[in-house]
Every structure is written in C-alpha cells, then in structure tokens.
C-alpha cells in the first residue's frame, strides 16, 4: 500500500529543497537526499514510488526553482494532491512531469492511516472509501505526464512519436 505524507498550508520550494543546494545540486540523485529536510527529515529515506503527497493550500510557493518538482518525481510521488498550488510550481511540476491534482475536499478528507487512489484520467480520487471529483486534466499535461516530462514529449512529437 502506497504511504501518504500529509504537509499544511504554503509549503514552500525551500521547505521542499533548501534553496542552499541550489547551485550545487542539479540531478535527481543529487536532489534526493535532501528532499524536505527541513520539514520533514525522514521523507527523503522513507519515500517510495508510488507514495502520495497531500497539502494544503499554496503548495510550492517561493522561488522558482526546477529542483523540488524533479525530485519528487524523481522519488517516485505518485502525485501531490493539495487544496491549491502556486503558479510557478505548478508549471515546473508541469514540465518534469509530476502529476498535481487539485482537490480541497479530498485534502480535507484525509485521515492518517487512509488509502489513497487515483484515477487521474477519470478525474477521481478515492480517500478512505470516499471519493471524490476534480476536473479532468487536459490530455496534453497527461501525455506530458505519461512521456516523462516536457522534453521527453517534445523530443517525441519531434519525431512523431506523440
């Protein structure tokens, strides 16, 4: 069963990578160890792919960096569920591939010890038995989602592959 790490409102991109490493960390396995250190010491050794990341609002707000959304999709998040994002995240988590969905009820919903399950392509996602709507995502974001990340796809459509 995937594990479910819960966080509150305005986790920022230092919380989720402190900006300290920003110039000396550029590559997944470089990034990593020092996911959520400051907020979370134990997520970058206890996270495993498929695990959910549930938030509250403004999730991803600071500086614009490409590092925590590589990095979590780079640690297997099987999607970051939150009641809102902050514009510039959510385009980097765009790009790397990194599935969000926005689903305040869902979010709110959510009871330690829950099981969590995703249809993104449906547009649902179950928390402890109830589920729960969000507006479909537009096939290009999962087809970006599905091909790794922005270059990935573009590189594809380049070659007609997409």
Known sequence: MS????YGDDVNTDMLFPGKYTYSCSTAEQILPHLLEDLDPGF????????????G?????GSSREQPALGLKAAGIEAVVAKS???IFYRAAVNQGLLLIECPKAVRA????DEVRLDAAAGTITVGGQSFSFPSLPEAILAI???GGLLPYARAKLR???
């Open 110 to 113: 959510y009871k330690e010890g």
């Open 160 to 162: 007609g592959r997409a």
């Open 3 to 6: 594990k479910v790490w819960k």
């Open 85 to 87: 994002y902050a514009r």
């Open 57 to 61: 609002k403004n999730f991803g707000c």
């Open 145 to 147: 989602r599905d091909a």
């Open 44 to 55: 970058a050794t206890g996270v495993r792919p498929g695990d959910f990341l549930l938030a």
